[in-house]
Nanobody
C-alpha cells in the first residue's frame, strides 16, 4: 500500500500564493505519474496539473501561467506552487499518483487539502 500525505492548504487573499506538498510513502514502488486535482462545491473533480515520470507537464487552461507542478524524486514528493490566486481557485485539492504493477497500474489519492481564496 502507498500512503499520500498532503499539506500546505489554507486561506489566502486574492493575488497571494500557496505551495501544496504531497509525500508518498510505503513499500517499494515506482511512480509513473503524479498530479493534482481539485473539486469545488457543486463541481466535478478536475485535473489541475500533471507530471509524468519523463518530466512532461499538463495544466488546466485556467491555471496556466500561474501554477507550477514539480517533484523531488529522492523524497517521493510532488509540489504545486500556486501564484496569483483567484477566488475561483477555491476548492479541495487532491494529490494523485499512478503506480504500475504486474497487472497494470494503480491510482492512489491523498485525503485532500482545502484552499480558500478570498476577494
Amino acid at each position: 500500500q502507498v500512503q499520500l500525505v498532503e499539506s500546505g492548504g489554507g486561506l489566502v487573499q486574492a493575488g497571494g500564493s500557496l505551495r501544496l506538498s504531497c509525500a508518498a510513502s510505503g513499500s517499494s514502488f515506482s511512480i509513473d505519474a503524479m498530479g493534482w486535482y481539485r473539486q469545488a462545491p457543486g463541481k466535478q473533480r478536475e485535473l489541475v496539473a500533471r507530471l509524468s515520470s519523463g518530466g512532461t507537464t499538463n495544466y488546466a487552461d485556467s491555471v496556466k501561467g500561474r501554477f507550477t507542478i514539480s517533484r523531488d524524486n529522492a523524497k517521493n514528493t510532488v509540489y504545486l506552487q500556486m501564484n496569483s490566486l483567484k477566488p475561483e481557485d477555491t476548492a479541495v485539492y487532491y494529490c494523485n499518483i499512478v503506480v504500475p504493477n504486474r497487472w497494470g497500474f494503480m491510482n492512489y489519492w491523498g485525503q485532500g487539502t482545502q484552499v480558500t481564496v478570498s476577494s
